[in-house]
């Protein structure tokens, strides 16, 4: 578009200088009067020449003033036989060539129009001037100057045409071959993308396949291990003492045992050493598989003993010794260790002794706490200011009942957010003096299904028995 205005404004300011330029002609050559009406000309055309406004108009009333300028041209220069006629050929390819064809046709029909005019204001004689002297040398100087003006304002415009169109060509050939790279480009691009996005299907897909097989050996491994808790879950329910072992040592005794995993650390653990029974409640800090590892640790220690110490707190510092000897790495990872209640029961005479362990006596008078050291088995690192395990001696009688709890009963929470606490243990169990296992049964089970939170936080037992 700057291309073709630029040969417009060129070609507009040709026209306007060969008005100058024949204005010079004619002056010399005697044509005074062709000379004055040139100049009249110039001075209307050049102010439109330079005056700025809509571009597409002005080029449109230009060119319809050229045309005007022709044409009075010839009625002064000899009508249709006037040489100048011939400068109707600036306006018509100057049209043609910058506006296009339809445009081209209205300046050619004028340029008819205006010759047959001529025409006929010759057969008629209606030209008020004279017409030409083919004779004289001056008007053929003219006619010849016509004839350059004419050939040198078509050998321009031909010229700036076709190097204007060069350019647009160029312009037109330069800007496909951008088009191309950037199609190229773009085409490079969509197979990158599309390489890419084909890339992340593969690996979405054989990451799905990866996911699904590890799923898979996953769900197989967990159902491995289930089966293997589950099983070692047998096996740690066969490693407790069974009803009939019980019913051996107790007149009556009730057992509340509930794991908060399929496996758990706590344990109870029933044996007679050469007259003396041993009742021992073990609860080890870690639930699960480590609770239980080292709950059968515990009571495997304990299967094997040569020789019963000959105290509940001997007993105990052995078990604490053993644990911290051969397994520190667990004190390491837990600092709380290993609780534990000991009876050692000789006929109706007890010792106890108690490693955090929690444990009752309830006979005529009451409830009687049994009394603890707030020591741990198996720790590292103990209190200086904490109580050292120590014997406590009782004598009782076949109605009286021994109540021994891990912690996990009195930590428990309430359905009303709550913990159970020790109160509430010592308010179950205040009536068990004298009475039987179904009742005591009975009294922990309700309590249990009125105010237990479902959520359970740690493994639970509890023991009740009384003596032959």
Same mark, same amino acid.
């Given at each position: 578009?700057?291309?073709?205005?630029?040969?417009?404004?060129?070609?507009?300011?040709?026209?306007?200088?060969?008005?100058?330029?024949?204005?010079?002609?004619?002056?010399?050559?005697?044509?005074?009067?062709?000379?004055?009406?040139?100049?009249?000309?110039?001075?209307?055309?050049?102010?439109?020449?330079?005056?700025?406004?809509?571009?597409?108009?002005?080029?449109?009333?230009?060119?319809?003033?050229?045309?005007?300028?022709?044409?009075?041209?010839?009625?002064?220069?000899?009508?249709?036989? =006037?040489?100048?006629?011939?400068?109707?050929?600036?306006?018509?390819?100057?049209?043609?060539?910058?506006?296009?064809?339809?445009?081209?046709?209205?300046?050619?029909?004028?340029?008819?129009?205006?010759?047959?005019?001529?025409?006929?204001?010759?057969?008629?004689?209606?030209?008020?001037?004279?017409?030409?002297?083919?004779?004289?040398?001056?008007?053929?100087?003219?006619?010849?100057?016509?004839?350059?003006?004419?050939?040198?304002?078509?050998?321009?415009?031909?010229?700036?045409?076709?190097?204007?169109?060069?350019?647009?060509?160029?312009?037109?050939?330069?800007?496909?071959? %951008?088009?191309?790279?950037?199609?190229?480009?773009?085409?490079?691009? @969509?197979?990158?993308?599309?390489?890419?996005? %084909?890339?992340?299907?593969?690996?979405?897909?054989?990451?799905?396949?990866?996911?699904?097989?590890? $799923?898979? $050996?996953?769900?197989?491994?967990?159902?491995?291990?289930?089966? =293997?808790?589950?099983?070692?879950?047998?096996? @740690?329910?066969?490693?407790?003492?069974?009803?009939?072992?019980?019913?051996?040592?107790?007149?009556?005794?009730?057992?509340?045992?509930?794991?908060?995993?399929?496996?758990?650390?706590?344990?109870?653990?029933?044996?007679?050493?050469?007259?003396?029974?041993?009742?021992?409640?073990?609860?080890?800090?870690?639930?699960?598989?480590?609770?239980?590892?080292?709950?059968?640790?515990?009571?495997?220690?304990?299967?094997?003993?040569?020789?019963?110490?000959?105290?509940?707190?001997?007993?105990?510092?052995?078990?604490?010794?053993?644990?911290?000897?051969?397994?520190?790495?667990? =004190?390491?990872?837990?600092?709380?260790?290993?609780?534990?209640?000991?009876?050692?029961?000789?006929?109706?005479?007890?010792?106890? =002794?108690?490693?955090?362990?929690?444990?009752?006596?309830?006979?005529?008078?009451?409830?009687?706490?049994?009394?603890?050291?707030?020591?741990?088995?198996?720790?590292?690192?103990?209190?200086?200011?904490?109580?050292?395990? $120590?014997?406590?001696?009782?004598?009782?009688?076949?109605?009286?009942?021994?109540?021994?709890?891990?912690?996990?009963?009195?930590?428990?929470?309430?359905?009303?957010?709550?913990?159970?606490?020790?109160?509430?243990?010592?308010?179950?169990?205040?009536?068990?003096?004298?009475?039987?296992?179904?009742?005591?049964?009975?009294?922990?089970?309700?309590?249990?299904?009125?105010?237990?939170? $479902?959520?359970?936080?740690?493994?639970?037992?509890?023991?009740?028995?009384?003596?032959?």
């Amino acid at each position: 578009m700057n291309n073709q205005n630029n040969f417009l404004a060129t070609k507009l300011k040709l026209i306007f200088y060969m008005l100058i330029g024949f204005i010079v002609v004619d002056i010399p050559l005697g044509l005074h009067r062709e000379a004055i009406m040139l100049g009249v000309h110039a001075l209307i055309y050049a102010p439109m020449l330079y005056i700025p406004y809509n571009k597409k108009l002005k080029n449109y009333i230009l060119h319809v003033y050229i045309t005007i300028i022709v044409l009075s041209f010839c009625i002064v220069q000899g009508g249709v036989f =006037s040489p100048v006629i011939y400068f109707f050929l600036s306006p018509i390819m100057s049209a043609y060539l910058s506006f296009g064809a339809k445009v081209g046709r209205y300046f050619a029909t004028a340029a008819f129009v205006c010759i047959v005019t001529l025409f006929v204001i010759g057969i008629l004689g209606l030209n008020p001037f004279p017409p030409l002297d083919v004779g004289n040398i001056n008007i053929h100087i003219f006619t010849f100057a016509i004839i350059m003006g004419v050939g040198m304002d078509v050998l321009i415009t031909i010229t700036n045409y076709n190097k204007l169109r060069d350019e647009a060509e160029k312009i037109l050939t330069d800007h496909q071959n %951008e088009i191309l790279q950037q199609e190229e480009e773009l085409k490079q691009q @969509q197979e990158e993308i599309i390489a890419i996005q %084909e890339q992340e299907i593969k690996n979405e897909k054989r990451e799905k396949q990866q996911y699904e097989s590890d $799923k898979i $050996k996953a769900e197989n491994s967990l159902e491995a291990i289930k089966t =293997s808790i589950e099983y070692a879950s047998k096996i @740690q329910l066969n490693t407790l003492p069974s009803d009939k072992i019980l019913k051996d040592y107790f007149a009556e005794y009730y057992i509340y045992y509930q794991p908060k995993d399929t496996v758990g650390g706590d344990y109870y653990y029933v044996n007679n050493f050469m007259g003396t029974t041993i009742v021992a409640m073990i609860d080890c800090y870690n639930q699960g598989l480590t609770g239980m590892l080292l709950g059968t640790v515990i009571t495997s220690y304990l299967d094997t003993l040569q020789r019963l110490p000959s105290s509940p707190t001997e007993l105990i510092y052995e078990l604490h010794q053993y644990i911290r000897d051969n397994f520190n790495y667990y =004190s390491n990872l837990n600092e709380r260790g290993c609780n534990m209640s000991i009876v050692y029961i000789e006929d109706h005479h007890i010792i106890y =002794s108690g490693a955090s362990g929690i444990g009752y006596i309830v006979n005529e008078n009451g409830i009687m706490p049994l009394k603890s050291s707030d020591r741990s088995i198996g720790k590292t690192v103990t209190a200086k200011a904490s109580i050292p395990y $120590k014997d406590y001696e009782y004598d009782i009688s076949s109605d009286d009942v021994i109540i021994l709890s891990t912690d996990g009963f009195v930590n428990h929470k309430t359905k009303k957010g709550k913990v159970v606490g020790h109160d509430t243990l010592e308010g179950l169990i205040k009536g068990f003096y004298n009475g039987y296992h179904e009742s005591w049964k009975e009294s922990f089970e309700k309590y249990i299904t009125e105010n237990f939170a $479902k959520e359970q936080e740690d493994d639970i037992t509890v023991l009740c028995f009384n003596l032959t």
